[in-house]
Every structure is written in C-alpha cells, then in structure tokens.
C-alpha cells in the first residue's frame, strides 16, 4: 500500500524548527506564488508536469530506448532510400537529364527523413532527451567567459509608507520584526485619506518607529519564542508536509501544509482519540498563529481549553479567565454583553441544558427570557448566577422585590404578562424554571462564583462582543473540579462566539475560536451558528475524541456545516465511515488478471500439455488481462481507522471562496 513509505519514516519528537536570524528585506521578498488552498506559499514551487514526467522515468531506460529507435532509424533510413531509388528507376527516372535526377532524389531523401524522425524520434521521445541530456551539456561546454552575476535589485520595503514623509526613516534604522511590519501597514491602510489619521500616524512612527501603534499589550511578539512556522504577510501557519502517495493531488504532494483564514474561515472540525497530537499538532499552533495576528492588528482569538490543555502560555494572552482559580484575573460575563436581553437569555438557557433536556428548551428559552428581560429593565443590568437563580426557583421575596422595581422604571405593562406566566409556574411540576434552577446550582458554586459577574467579589468580567478589538482570551475550564460546569461553559462560549462573530458591525478583523474538546458544545443552536460564520471573517477549530460522543442526529450537520474535516490515527471504524461519505469516491483505474486452463491447439499441443503436467504437476494456462474505471472510496473506514500512520492526519480543506482540496496525507512532525 502506498501509505508503507510514509510509515516506516522515522518517528521524531515534536520539537519547536530553529528560528533562523529575522531578516526584513529577505522575508519580504521571498517568493509566494499564488497556491490552491492548504499550500504553504512562501518558497514554494508550483507543480510542473512536464518536469514531474520526465522526473519519473529513469535516464537508463530512456537513453537505452532512444538509441534502439535511433538504430532502427538509421537502417529504415538506408535500406528505405534504396528501395524508393530502385522503384523510382525503374518508373524511368534514369531518362530524366542529371538536374532533375538529383532534386528528385534529394526530395526522396527528405522525405524519408523526415518520416524516420517523426516516428522514431516520437517512440524514442528525443526531444525529452535533448532537453534532459544534450542542452545542459552544450551549455556546460561553451568556451565563453560566464557573465559576472548581477547585484540583487534593492528592494524598497517600506515603498507603500512612503507618503508618511521622513518619520519612515526611522523605520529603517532600526530592527523591525515580521509583527511590526504587518501591524504598520494594517494601521496604515486604515489610515485611508483622513488627515487627521494621516497626522497621527506619522507622529506614531516618527515617536515610537517599529513600536508605533502596537497592541494594547505592547507586545510585538509572543514571549517565549514560536513553535511553529509561520507567514504573517499571507497570514499562513504551516502545520506539516503534504505525503508523496498516490491518494494526494499531484500539486500538493512534498508541499508544506498550511492553514489561514481563507481556510479557517468556513471552521475546521478535528477527530482523534488522546494522544494522537491534536492540541499540540492543531490547536496550539492555531492559536499561536492567531495571537500573533491579534498583535499585528489583523485578528482576535478566543482560546477554549481545559486548565492543563497545552494552549500557549498566560502570558501569550490579554485575558485569562479560570473559573475556580482564585488567582485568575478576570472572570466571564454569562449574558456576553447581548444588547438584547431575550437574546442573551435564550443563549444562556441552551447552555444550560445538556443534550438529554433538548426537548424542553422551548419552555426554557421563554422561562428564562421571563425573568431576565423584566429584572434588566428594572435594575438595568442582567442578574448575578445566584439572583437568577433564586428567581428561576420561585423565591417570595426576590419576586416581591422585583415587581416593585419593575413598577417604578414604568415598565410594568411592557413585562405584566411575564411576570404573570412566571408566577402561575412556579411550583409545577412541569415547570422549566425549577430545571433552569437546578443546572444553575453547578455553576453556584463558591469557588465558582468570582469568575461570573453580578456578584458582589466578581472580578472584571470579559465579554464576548469584545471581538471587534484584536484581543487574546484563554479560557481555562475547570473538567476536574466541576466537570459540568465545564461542560455548561464550554456551550455558553460558543453559543456567544458565533452570535457575536456574526453580529460584528466591523469584519475587518478575522475572529477565530479554538475549542479543545468540543463534545459537550456541540448542539443544533451551535451548528446554525457555525454556517452563519463562513459569510462573517470567522470560524472555529472544533476537536473531539470521537463523534459518538455526539448525538446521532448531530453528526452528519455537524459535517455538513464545516467546510475542513481532519482524521487524526486511530479513530474509530464508524467514526471512519462519516469521514469517508463526506469525501465520496473517485474513479481508479483497477487491473484485472485471470487464468484459465488452456485448451486450444490441436491433437499435438493437448498431448505436449499433458506430458507436461505428467512431469512438472503445472497445467498450462492462459492470462487474460482486463482494465476498466471504478469508482473507490477517497479514504475507506478502514483505511482511517487502521491504516493511518502515527504523526499523520487526513484533512480536505473548503476555502470561503468555494476552492476544495480533495483529502491529504499529511505528515505532522515537519
């Protein structure tokens, strides 16, 4: 199988590429050819075909068959023009005068040449072996001195800030990092053509050079070094090596793998079990890849994992929010800062409910909306977790309290008919918000409770409908404390992402969320939002252990609403069978060979055969030889499940342009 190669390559640690000496000059102008989606631009090579094809035929086998056409040639050539000579005198060409003899027979002989030339220098492919053998060897013998080689064209790598006057010259005395140079010319294409912008700029890079108009954090590269390999002028992070196999499209095979927002914007769905390097091969340099564009003013990530979930250091982002750590600086706003509060409430009940309770969500939705939309407009601002709470379980007091608020903002026709519904539920047995009640005691919590707003220690609280800003999150999970709590913020999270992706009045930035383990934040509401993010300069990077920790009914939208699907080894044959629908089939060319026993001949050639199975115990047979086009799965389940090499992965690509790239075999480790 061709997958063999890539097994028996040795394994070797994920180590961080030695970083080479940042040369701004070099790196600027290093060669990006545009690309099909996947390809890693920078010093890449467009695929050649005829050089591809002369590359796969050997040089013994093509020399040694040249020269037999060559000798051939050469004899149809001698004994061809005798007997067109012959045939021609005896037609009467000898009572021609000696003129007319002579162009006659150049005519034959030109003729003949030509013939020869055209079909044995066709089989014996000559002009391959002119290019191949006999022009580099004329162009190694010329006797002409060699030219002196030309001096590299300067590159003016600040030509687009020029218009800024002499404060750009400061930019090139000093040293300026791949960072720096794409937020420069970010901020300056924003400048447009006010002035006033124009002015600030300028007085920014004139104070400040490559430190003008940085991140808030003022950080112009990540502390501690990068792990992978990135391009921040295409805005690539590349992740591996395309494999040299069959099953990979001719262009993309030894190209390096790369992802960007082209890619990431229609989100990317990840599955393999632990251990087989989804975090540190996916999830990790995706969000270091989106924290450096954050820096450079072209992005904002969000970044979903468990607390001990190798994602970056703290240090790599703005804010870190750790529900359960004391020491944590910031907490999670529940609602994300909705403008709308049946909107926020709506959100925050779906989280709330597990898959199980999917049924009662309507009830939920209008139950919680009952309550939050009255208490905003009475206090004007969203309830504490233990507030709502207290109100979702009936309590007298805090529905006295809340009434008479809502009388005195002048509000209480406008919520009469919730406050009603809500009263007439309370202590039923079908009532939703006894259930809202119960999920919310998971995140009621006293070491949970600093990290939500509304509580009289809460801490600053980050909202989701920040993403208009390039900012950094970490949102560290707390799985081993409070594992459904977890589970309930992981579907809060993404709940908010995509509402607030989607709602952004300004797309410039591209928005990205990583989800480490998404099992528990998959539901239909986060499928819908998922598709509205392709249109929207966002998407997500979802990973999962396995798709049967999904509901049936969610895995095949699931699939459908991601334009990128990557198999990790060791997935599951029926994890497999998902992977190999969506990639369909393709037509292979199969071989069949057949033996029969041979029959032919007569009375002598049966007994020859006889003698001989006497003597050797063989029966003669004939071969038949059939060919034919079948369509073949991509990848089969099998192949998935058992075939895969550790440190490799299957991923086909969907850019938000509609390019699709058929699934690769790709090599993790380099």
């Not at 006010?194 to 430190?211: L, Y």
């Not at 998922?530 to 699931?558: H, K, W, Y």
């Not at 047979?621 to 034919?628: A, F, G, L, N, P």
Request: some cysteine; aromatic content about 6%.
């Amino acid at each position: 199988m061709e997958l063999n190669d890539a097994r028996t390559q040795r394994t070797r640690p994920h180590l961080p590429p030695p970083r080479a000496p940042f040369h701004l000059p070099t790196w600027v102008t290093a060669p990006r050819p545009e690309a099909a989606p996947g390809i890693y631009r920078q010093h890449h090579t467009p695929h050649d075909p005829e050089a591809a094809e002369q590359a796969s035929t050997p040089a013994g086998p093509l020399l040694l068959r040249a020269a037999l056409n060559l000798l051939a040639a050469w004899l149809v050539f001698i004994y061809g023009r005798g007997l067109a000579l012959s045939g021609l005198g005896l037609l009467g060409l000898g009572s021609l005068s000696e003129i007319p003899t002579i162009l006659v027979a150049l005519a034959v002989n030109l003729l003949i040449i030509v013939g020869v030339i055209r079909v044995f220098g066709y089989m014996g492919r000559w002009r391959e072996v002119g290019r191949r053998f006999l022009l580099p060897l004329l162009s190694h013998t010329v006797t002409e001195v060699p030219p002196a080689p030309e001096a590299a064209p300067v590159v003016d790598v600040w030509a687009e800030l020029r218009p800024v006057g002499d404060a750009v010259r400061r930019l090139e005395g000093e040293p300026v990092g791949d960072v720096d140079y794409v937020r420069l010319h970010q901020a300056w294409r924003t400048v447009g053509s006010d002035p006033v912008a124009w002015r600030e700029f300028a007085a920014q890079v004139e104070a400040r050079g490559g430190a003008a108009c940085a991140h808030p954090s003022e950080q112009r590269d990540l502390p501690g070094g990068r792990a992978a390999r990135h391009d921040l002028l295409v805005r690539q992070v590349r992740l591996g090596t395309a494999q040299d196999v069959p099953k990979n499209p001719v262009a993309h095979r030894n190209a390096g793998f790369a992802l960007d927002p082209r890619v990431l914007g229609t989100s990317l769905l990840a599955v393999g079990p632990a251990g087989t390097g989804k975090t540190a091969a996916l999830a990790r340099p995706v969000a270091e890849a989106l924290c450096l564009q954050a820096l450079a003013g072209a992005a904002c990530a969000v970044v979903v994992g468990a607390s001990d979930a190798d994602l970056g250091p703290d240090d790599w982002y703005d804010v870190v929010i750790a529900p359960g750590d004391p020491a944590a600086p910031y907490g999670l706003d529940l609602y994300g800062a909705a403008p709308h509060s049946d909107e926020a409430a709506a959100r925050l009940a779906d989280a709330l409910l597990p898959d199980e309770l999917a049924p009662r969500a309507e009830s939920a939705r209008a139950a919680m909306q009952q309550v939050v939309g009255p208490y905003r407009a009475a206090y004007g601002r969203y309830p504490g977790v233990r507030t709502l709470r207290a109100l979702l379980a009936g309590d007298a007091e805090g529905w006295a309290e809340l009434g008479e608020q809502v009388q005195k903002s002048g509000r209480r026709a406008e919520f009469e008919a919730d406050l009603q519904q809500r009263e007439r539920m309370h202590g039923r047995a079908d009532d939703p918000g006894a259930l809202l009640a119960d999920r919310l005691a998971l995140l009621d919590r006293p070491a949970l409770a600093a990290g939500f707003s509304g509580g009289p220690d809460a801490k600053p609280a980050f909202a989701m409908r920040a993403l208009e800003h390039p900012l950094r999150v970490r949102v560290k999970l707390p799985e081993r404390s409070h594992p459904e709590a977890a589970r309930i913020l992981s579907r809060l999270l993404l709940g908010q992402f995509t509402q607030a992706a989607a709602d952004r009045r300004d797309r410039e930035l591209f928005a990205g969320m990583v989800l480490d383990d998404a099992t528990a934040a998959v539901d239909a509401q986060a499928i819908r939002g998922i598709q509205r993010l392709r249109g929207a300069n966002a998407g997500v990077v979802l990973l999962l252990r396995t798709l049967s920790d999904l509901p049936e009914a969610l895995r095949a939208p699931l699939f459908g609403a991601v334009g990128n699907r990557m198999a990790f080894p060791g997935i599951a044959p029926w994890d497999g069978r998902l992977f190999s629908e969506a990639w369909g089939t393709h037509l292979v060319r199969e071989t069949a060979v057949t033996h029969v026993p041979d029959t032919s001949g007569g009375t002598v050639r049966r007994a020859g055969r006889l003698v001989r199975k006497a003597l050797s115990g063989t029966t003669a047979q004939t071969e038949s030889v059939t060919t034919r086009d079948v369509e073949r799965h991509r990848w089969s389940p099998s192949d998935l499940a058992h075939a895969l090499p550790s440190g490799h992965a299957v991923v086909s690509l969907t850019s938000v342009t509609g390019e699709q790239v058929p699934p690769l075999l790709v090599d993790l480790r380099h």
